[in-house]
């Protein structure tokens, strides 16, 4: 038991050790400063210049930064909508998988622009190989996405007045090539090596102990996976994503692959740090998503450890701690550990079924992406974020007595009005999305039977699961929930595609206004935004506003559910 | 100075009565529209009052009737309650400016009226109120002034204490930077011919009761961004009350409409909801109680944020005049014989000066000589910046600015010893002023004159320091005096040698660096500053131009009064914060109160959750809202006085404001509602 707490403690020691170089590293790209990959890599920007007629030193303003964005995405909405829908007659098709229905390509699409990577489908029947080089172009490409928004709003908190965020060509791009590209390298190497598939070729056979014929899937896995991982993405090559064992084979992957989950999210804020010359900033942000994460995960690691009281009663010790749905190689609490990582950054990809979890440690779940900004999906976790710095901002500037300011803009209706709704979205979304799906369920279970495998709280919680996963741009799943029918595909498919561009457009917006205003030099009376003070009162909004709107519906899904056990 | 400050306790029995009927006027939909929270609790209390009649036509499924009653009734408590802090903060700001108001209104005006220029003009007694803009009036001693105006004609003392509190007469004059007179003032003595400078009924006075009053009100920014903040936290909990009642069906657990509104109204933020515009108006009200008049709230909000504070030197840092404070005779002359030398020649000099050195000497034992009868004083003229004294016996003492006293010596043939002359380098180095004295042409010794800086000026200075203001001291001294003067009273800066400009320019610099900048002036001359000046306090002595180009004006005349408000600046803001931080903390009680109430009779096991271990689901959800609602009245006194400013540093101050309003906002309704409870669990 030790040792398997220690591996975690061992996990998170390095990820933090690794991300304060790596935020460095981030900062110096986003500002255009010299690193030592410029002479291998700077020919490959090259060239994507070139053939994008970009001109990376032209400045755009923010709403010229919004466009371009959503302009990209629009263009690869369409492409991944052709293809999905088209596969099963395009090559690189081995295994003979079928094209996509329109609605499932269109979750599967909104799932994998939106950096969610929900799948309603599984890997190895559901899509090509073209597919799936398709999706893993997405996932780099997505994560960038996000990562060069949040780059913008960083460049925005660091100038003084002005209209010039940088060009968001640049960002993406470098964000690709410079970051996720190398890291990707180096994680999927590791992966080979330790057996994961890297091919084109289709099923293996071979004849089982049993006698079984066994067809075992292969294909461009450890690509697949190492972007998957670092890009917050999720998405699993396998249906049973990170918990198949040509996915993740063994515990050395398995911390490798953790690592990836948790570091670019964590190393993001270094690279804020570094960009605004604010280190004691940073760390302040760290240290309040560190306190948020270490609340779910001790919850999450306790629970499991302590194994289910339901089975205890009838007389089975569990010396292991609760094994339902895990992985006997990497047990209980490198288990726990993962899904309390995966959720809390939007990443998604599982390494045992949450659906198994005990209740409460199911709750940490929900709640890591309730609040989503806990480290949170690269780039776009910091973005939530500074939504709620904006929002602690406000009431603390009024609490010592001066018009609020934050990095010297002072902060007023319109930024409260953005800052407000993007607050509220999160919430509506999963609410009302969950609220949706009871009612229809309440008013006529027999036409909706084949929705849950579980009645009563679990089945609620499987619902709000898919809701609060969707709307995080998380994309695991609680499982157990018949998911791949109209009314879940299109409807996830609806908040995932919200739940992704509004949280992004928002904070940019906030970031671009605050940008253009004068700049206001500190003075005594100047709240301090970078101590432990203000920390607690960004981690108070926090869990009030985020956490604590869902506290009506945690009653009614794990919270009864564990009482009820015990 | 003796200043008397219109003091009341907080709820008179007047004021309250009209509050009271306030309460019920402002129940009026079209004014609860204007504070999104309150007007949902309004309409919670309609759908209640509706949930009433349903059951009392036999409807079984909502609960009991008397619970609802209660419900409701509560509900309209709440409303009324709101309704009743802004009501009575509105009537203390009425009852404030209405005692200054009150003092004007009807007095006999002497009013002139012009027949040409060939006949002496004709003057009618008429009411005060008929006096129109630009209309001319007359006032003698014992008349009192019937409107706000500027003299034209004249000189008189008036006695300002209706309005400043202050008992000494000052005078006012024509032309110059103290041409102003204010309504409702007496004239002691003199004659002065007054142009009426303002539209009856748009007086400073009138703006400020517009602005305490319901109708002219306007938000200010900072409020109406709290207000979106607060309507978006109000549709948060719409969203989770809404979504409620599917989650209710899939588990099978009806929930009440009562519940359900009672749920909402607890969570949504109604504490700082019904209290945000009586924070608004107490700010107003403090600074008038302050004695200074806003013409905008969005003035005192921005004194709060107030980086630099421009001060004339001359009156609020130090006390008008110099002041004698060492006698340096020159070597071989006897002190004793040196300072009896000055008393003589200081004996008629009625500057402040000349008295300070009398007094200086009396304190060194010199008494003043009875008999002045043959001795002939020579006044001090601008010309020859020397006074003196010829003696019977044929003796000239003459004591003046050093240049002036050395062209007399000088022009004897004399000259003036090393070591006096160095003296006088010293004084003036150390910011004082070397008076030169010379009895018969020759130089006898220097007299040091000294600006005395008020006494406690540096703490409040230091306190401004703590607070993150920079002070700045404007002074026509030469840079050299104004350097001493600004360390030893503790500036941060000053402009020596000041010109009107100069002030100008100095905003303009600051501002240009993102800071805002409050000054405070009184002359026609300070109008382009005050006006550039993010807050710019006119006294009411001041000229009606200066006045005009100022969002504030202080009745009191003093110079220190900046000070002040900045602290009613930063006091209005922190009242908002920090009860907007104890109104949703409260959430955290509400919801432990609450949610296990709505889902116990369907889940029993989730009486885990109820950790406050209250009687019955019907207690624990009328607590609650009898806890929302009580909560408002026991926060009105906080809400008009303002949260105290300790000027500790912003993060000491966040710390120890979210101990008490965030921490204890958590643990008191904890303690409430079980309290409420346990007395509600007698009936239900």
Known sequence: MTTEIAGIIFMYAFTLALAIPIGRYIGKVYEGEKTWLDNILHPLDKIFFKLGGINPINEMNWKQHLAALLTINLVWFILSMLILMNMGWLPLNPDDNPSMSADLAFNTTVSFVSNTNLQHYSGETGVSYLGQLTLMLFQFISAAAGMAACATVFIAMKERTTENLGNFYNFFIKSCTRILLPMAIVVALMLVFNGTPMNFEGKAQYISLQGDTVHVSRGPAAAMIAIKQLGTNGGGYYGSNAAHPLENPNYFTNIVENISIILIPIAMVFALGYIIKRRRFAWMVVGVMTLGFLFLLFNAVYNEMHGNPMISRIGISQPLGSMEGKEVRFGPAASAYWEVTTTVTSNGSVNAMHDSFTPLAGMSALLGMMVNSFYGGVGVGYLNFYVFIIIAVFISGLMVGRTPEFLGKKIEAKEMKIASIIALLHPLLILSGTALASYLYAHNPDAYSGWLNNPGNHGFSEMLYEFTSSSANNGSGFEGLGDNTPFWNIACGTVMLVARFLPIIGPVAIAGILAHKKFIPESAGTLKTDTGTFGIMVFAVIIIVAALSFFPALTLGPIAEHFGMK | ?684
């Open chain 2, 1 to 684: 100075m003796s200043v008397h400050r219109r003091k009341n306790k907080l709820f008179e029995t007047e004021l309250v009565k009209e509050a009271v009927k306030q309460s019920f006027k402002k129940l009026n939909p079209v004014v609860q529209f204007r504070n999104p929270v309150m007007f949902t609790v309004w309409v919670g209390t309609l759908v209640m009052a509706c949930v009433i009649g349903w059951i009392a036509t036999g409807e079984t499924s909502q609960g009991s009737l008397a619970y609802n009653i209660i419900i409701t009734g509560v509900l309209f408590i709440t409303l009324l309650f709101a309704n009743f802090a802004e009501g009575i903060a509105e009537a203390r700001g009425k009852a404030q400016a209405d005692s200054l108001r009150k003092a004007r209104e009807d007095t006999p005006a002497k009013k002139i009226f012009p027949v040409g220029e060939m006949y002496v003009n004709e003057v009618h007694i008429v009411p005060s109120s008929k006096l129109e803009l630009g209309d001319h009036f007359l006032c003698e001693a014992g008349d009192i002034i019937p409107m706000d105006g500027e003299i034209i004609k004249g000189i008189a003392t008036i006695d300002e204490s209706a309005i400043t509190g202050e008992s000494a007469p000052v005078i006012r004059e024509a032309g110059g930077d103290k041409s102003s007179v204010t309504g409702g003032t007496k004239v002691l003595s003199d004659r002065i011919e007054v142009k009426v400078t303002t539209q009856p009924g748009e007086t400073f006075l009138d703006k400020m009761i517009a602005l305490v009053e319901g109708a002219s009100r306007q938000k200010t920014p900072n409020e109406i961004a709290l207000t979106i903040l607060l309507a978006a936290f109000t549709l948060v909990f719409i969203i989770v009350c809404v979504t409620l009642k599917p989650f209710g069906d899939y588990a099978n657990t009806p929930i009440t409409i009562g519940a359900f509104i009672s749920l909402f109204v607890c969570l949504i933020p109604t504490t700082i909801g019904a209290l945000l515009s009586a924070i608004g108006i107490a700010g107003m009200d403090r600074a008038l109680r302050a004695n200074v008049i806003t013409k905008s709230g969005k003035a005192v909000e921005t004194a709060g944020d107030i980086d630099t504070l421009l001060l004339d030197k001359t009156g609020t840092i130090t006390i008008g005049n110099r002041k004698a404070t060492n006698f340096y005779p020159a070597i071989g002359i006897k002190e004793s014989e040196f300072v009896e030398m000055v008393v003589l020649s200081s004996l008629a000099d009625e500057t402040p000066e000349g008295k300070s050195i009398v007094e200086l000497a009396a304190s060194n034992g010199v008494k003043p000589f009875a008999d002045t009868s043959n001795m002939r004083f020579i006044r001090f003229t601008a010309e020859t910046r020397s006074s003196g004294v010829d003696l019977p016996n044929g003796t000239k003492i003459r004591k003046g600015a050093f240049d002036a006293i050395w062209n007399i010596v000088s022009k004897n043939g004399n000259g003036i010893p090393v070591e006096t002359e160095e003296k006088v380098k010293l004084i003036a180095q150390n910011g004082g002023t070397p008076l030169l004295v010379c009895v018969n042409n020759e130089a006898k010794g220097v007299v040091e004159l000294q600006d005395i800086i008020k006494p406690g000026i540096q703490q409040r200075f230091e306190r401004l320091r703590r607070m993150g203001v920079k002070t700045v001291m404007v002074t026509g001294d030469n840079p050299l005096t104004a350097k001493y003067i600004a360390e030893k009273a503790g500036v941060d800066d000053f402009i020596a040698e000041a010109k009107p400009e100069d002030k100008m320019n100095y905003i303009r610099k600051e501002q240009q660096g993102g800071k805002l900048v409050a000054m405070m002036g009184d002359g026609t001359n300070d109008a382009p500053a005050l006006a550039q000046a993010d807050v710019g306090v006119a006294m009411n002595s001041g000229t009606q131009a200066a006045k005009e180009a100022s969002n504030m004006v202080d009745l009191e005349n003093d110079p220190t009064k900046l000070i002040e408000i900045v602290e009613i600046g930063k006091q209005l803001l922190m009242t908002r914060g920090t009860l907007t931080t104890f109104s949703i903390a409260n959430d955290v009680a509400k919801y432990f109160a609450i949610v296990p109430a709505l889902f116990i009779a369907s889940i029993p096991s989730l009486q885990a959750l109820n950790i406050m271990n209250l009687h019955s689901p019907e207690s624990a959800i009328l607590s609650a809202v009898i806890f929302n609602a009580i909560i408002i009245p026991l926060l009105i006194p906080l809400a008009l006085k303002g949260v105290a400013y300790k000027p500790i540093g912003a993060s000491a101050l966040l710390r120890r404001n979210l101990l008490i309003y965030g921490f204890g906002g958590v643990i008191v309704p904890f303690i409430g509602i079980k309290l409420i409870d346990l007395l509600v669990s007698i009936w239900f």
